[in-house]
């Protein structure tokens, strides 16, 4: 067990995702996970919901009062919770390291439906790229004292890309980049 924890320690899971994000396959790394969301309780099936415009069935980034914005959540199909998935204004790169502290919050949230039966319950996976440990310390050094202090544990929310993969439970529908989207 401890060696499990340890290899997932190494893996750019960020932090708001470490109890959801279960690593799946071979090939994870410092610069590369894949894996399951899994609700605290055990469910796998949620409903999605989005901030964001729909081009072509694929969720796309929406500006509103001048400032842009892209947002998934999920509620889970057994006990209700909802969980953030991604927010392009505080997750990734651009999203924790470049945030903006002015955003203004946008929700109004749009449920997701499967684009061949109307669906509403998905599985999803999560597939996050990052430059590594060693890029995120290089490029933004760290201050110790004062408000929105960056550590060097940080380095997992600094992700590079995200990939969130759908498949509806009532048809199997998958869409394996439904979000395909670079936080850099």
Known sequence: MIERELWEMMLPIPTHLKTLLHPQGEDNHEFYVAGNIICSCGEEHFE????????????????????????????????????????????????FVCRE?????????????????????????????SEGKNDFIEEIG????????????????????ITISTQCTHCQFEDPKW???ETM
């Open 48 to 95: 999605i919901y989005y901030v964001g415009d729909v081009i072509n069935n694929i969720v796309v980034v929406c500006t509103h009062a001048g400032y842009h914005y892209l947002t998934i959540a999920v509620k889970c199909s057994k006990c209700g919770k909802l969980h953030l998935i991604f927010d392009e204004n505080q997750h990734g790169w651009n999203g």
């Open 101 to 129: 502290t002015d955003v203004p919050v946008y929700e109004p949230f749009q449920l997701w439906r499967c684009p061949k039966c109307e669906g509403n319950i998905h599985k999803l996976s999560v597939h996050l790229h």
């Open 142 to 161: 760290f201050e110790t004292e004062g408000e929105g202090v960056v550590t060097e544990e940080d380095w997992v929310n600094g992700f590079s890309w």
């Open 179 to 181: 979000i395909d989207y």
